[in-house]
């Protein structure tokens, strides 16, 4: 009788270890747009990659991962974001929060995640404010704040005017001497750093500037559905290059009235929407040549996690992945790994480990700053620089980008081209 | 009330409560509504469940103050944003270039918006109808324009964040929030019971008559506006602190069309019909969250069928089924009563057997 | 730029133009703030979109257009009707159903911009500015729709009592127009307009279910400017929104977000000097 008690309890508890406990993320994003599904796509990759190894160990115990799908409309309301987040942690009771995509909605929802002492891995938002005067200057509260992606604001400033670097030298290959820069940039608060960078740069001589000239800044409503006046005054003001600041559905508007109109200028810069799939659809085939900087371009091996996990999703998920998705992933990878060298779930240990974290992922090698943010550089995390070509998304940069004693260059990369009718109006 | 109150005593209040009270299904509800917003945290102190309840009655003063000015007299405000918005930052900015807490800077908001008010009011002595709504509608979209002109000062389309907390905890912030609701629909009661009440009943029925009679229509508008304006911007101010931000979404046409949503599901020209169809719809809305991709369809459809067939609103479809109104002496009875409980009269004729 | 002034203000006119009648007619007659209106444009649109992928743009372009007047009549005639006298009622059911609309266009579609192809590709440059051959077309065609429903209003009988009733409702009741008629007409010229103005911006515009927000604003302004009850006043008001938007957009291009915040500021300042519009009828208290 009580070998047979005590078999049955033994076997019980091996069983108990064996199957562990689960740990709940919450995945949070708009759902019905396109940027928070990614997000979720890119979570439940991860979350089976992990499972199938095994789960994450966590001191002595394993734990499965179990993702749980908070939808925080957080484009139309930002009130609803916040309750829902506060569902997710108190009535869902999730361990982890990854995900996130509005900036103004992350600003009220981190609130939350800080009063309840939840880490929050932001995989959506670029705002620097976000993270930089909040980790920094209360990091008691703050602390639990982490940016997986994208870049923050000042680094794809970075990012987007060394590509403009590029357009500007393929102008200065036809022929004129101080190529002309039209600045479009959309009203928003995010845009308006990288318009004063990027106006002292393009005007400063070389080495450290273009030595070009800013033929004006135009501003639209980030939401506009009509651009043509903007492009018509960027015409007659004789600019051979537009610099694009654009997040905002106006990107679209943009695309397809330029191509129609065959403005002799090249665009590059931050066009979020370009960087979707979709965009030679959406502009009804006049968004060609079209540059903007992207996280994952397809063909192009970042690192060697890049194409497997590009081949994955749209294996999985028949689509090509954006950077919601990369970011979630590496979240997730991240923080079991973090969960591995903490041998805890408490939270404060979770973010001393999470701020050691060295990982290399899809879309490069992910090391922490101070304020937890991404770190931008060679060797880090860049992002690149794509153009639509041939019907496709192409990588055009880094292609030989020297940086200090270092050379950036990736397999796949091919040339920048400028748009056949700029070549024609200002070939020398 | 039957009669004066003479003198106050326990035994009275008992008898208070069976004869006029309870004897009537509105106002046993109404009873059982307070009482479930004062003992609810015995029951559940889950920090979702007070969200939603403290978002609830905080609309709730927003929507009744919507009530205030478009139900009872007529001046049909579809831009009242602007003063739940520009309550909201003022509350900000004043907190965060003076340092003052929000128990100062949400009434100082509230001030801010009255004198926004009143200017908004004085276009209305001019422009009627539907003239006005959009007049109206026009402020919080102008503001919005200022809003995005100065970014360095309003935050741009950020807004403004890491405002100061209304409490220490979700119980205490619900108990601010429910407490600040009950005196703001305590203080519209009072007004919309008084005179002022009546003359405002009146400009909305016939706003030339009521002039004919030599009332100066002027200032009663511009009251209302201005009293409006007040419990709006108190909503507002409270809303930015308990949210912690204060964005252009507090400005945006959504955020003014929603008390007029909630309003008339309840109930217009009444004060009950602003709670009511709060605390309907907002916890409705995040109970749909179960719906997922269906929860904006499944709220919209709920809406157009509800005003559909019940084109008063709620309170009032559900009342008249509940309650009846004695041929003779108009005092309302419940259903269930054959004889009116203050003259007797018969409610139900016999059917009489041939 | 005093010509791209004048032709973007042009083109953007027409579109303003067909919405705004529509919603005047809907007004005048009805008495119904329709605030749908606009979403009756945006699912001409995307029925456009959905129906040019199975055939050729005419047919097309007919069934989205009936598709529509079917929609707004089945409003019409199951939720508005009904309740005429409860007009705060019927502007939350308005609300309701645009917001029926764009969520379950959000849930067919996406909230992925979508585009059809332009019937005209290419543009011309007229005064040394380019413009879309499409948008020329849309004008053109606008032009078009409003000489064709200025002919029915004024030459057709059913066209004078739609024109009576938006004028003074009593008044028309009394000579013999049939409220009811009238109303059904004016729904259904109003919906079949702003169809009209769906098809006619689709192959310009890039569809997304939250395109029906910024033209409501400028089209109830429009009417309000022109004054409620005018049926030219409304185009009246269309025209001056459309060419103050676009001269914001081309002589201050810092502010074009600032667009609609200036329309609207202007039909402020009109409503001070006119409180009833520029054409508005002084409406005596109906009951």
Known sequence: MKGKFFGFALAFLLGGLAHGQTLRIGVVGPMAFVQGEHTWYGATLASEELNQAGGIQVGDRRYRVELVRVDTNEITSVTDATTAVERAITAQRVDFLIGGFRSEAILAMSEVAADYKKVFIITGAALDGILAGRVDRNYERFKYLFRVSPNKSSDLARTSLLLLGEVVQAVRQLGVQRPRVAILAERAAWADPLVETASRLITTPPPQGYGAEVAGVWRPSATATDVTPELNAIRQAQAQVIYTILSGPVGVPFGRDWGRLKIPAAPVGINVEAQQETWLQATDGLGAYVATLNTLAPGVAITPKTIPFISKFQARFKRFPIYTASGAYAALHILAEALNRAGTLEADAVVKALEATNYVGPSGRIVFDKVHDVTWGPGYTTGLGVQWVGGRMQAFWPRDWRVGNQVVRYAGVRPYELPPWVVEAWRR | MTGPLRVWSLPWFFLYLRHEVLALPGRAIALLFLLFLLLFPLFSQDPYHLRVLTLSALFAIYAASWDLLSGYTGQVSLGHAFFFGLSGYASAILGRELGLPPGLTIPLGALLATVAGVLVGLPSLRVKGPYLSLVTLAFP?????????????????????????????????????????????????RLTASRVGLFFHAIREDEAAVRMVGVNTVAYKLLAFGASAFFAGLAGGLYAHYLRVAGPDSLSLFTSIQPVIWTVFGGIATLYGPVAGTFLLVPLLEALRV??????????????????????????????RLEEECPRCKARNAFTRRRCRVCGVTLRVKEVRA | MLAAVLVNGLVLSGIYGMLALGFALTYGVARILNLAHTAFYMAAAYALFFFLGKMG???????????????AFLAYHLFLEPLREHEATVLIVTIALALLLQEVLLLLFGGHFRSVPALLPGFTEIWGVRVANQALLALGFAALVLLLTWAFLKGTRVGLAVRAAAQDMEAAELVGVSLSRAGYWAVGLGALLAALAGLAVTPMATLEPHMWTPPLLVVLAAVVLGGLGSLPGALLGALILAFAEVAVVNLVPGGAFLRTAVALAVLVLVLVFRPEGLFGTGFAEER
């Open chain 2, 291 to 320: 719906a997922e991709e269906w929860r904006m369809v499944a709220f919209a459809l709920l809406i157009l069928l509800v005003m559909r067939f019940l084109p008063q609103g709620v309170v009032r479809g559900v009342l008249d």
């Open chain 3, 57 to 71: 743009f005419l047919p097309a372009a007919l069934l989205a257009a009936l598709l529509v007047l079917l929609l």
């Open chain 2, 141 to 189: 979209i102008i503001a919005l324009g200022f809003i995005f002109l100065f970014p360095g000062f309003t935050g741009g389309e950020l807004g403004l964040s890491g405002l100061a907390r209304l409490g220490g905890s979700r119980l205490q912030e619900y108990y601010l929030v429910v407490g600040v609701m009950l005196a703001a629909l305590y203080l519209m009661w």
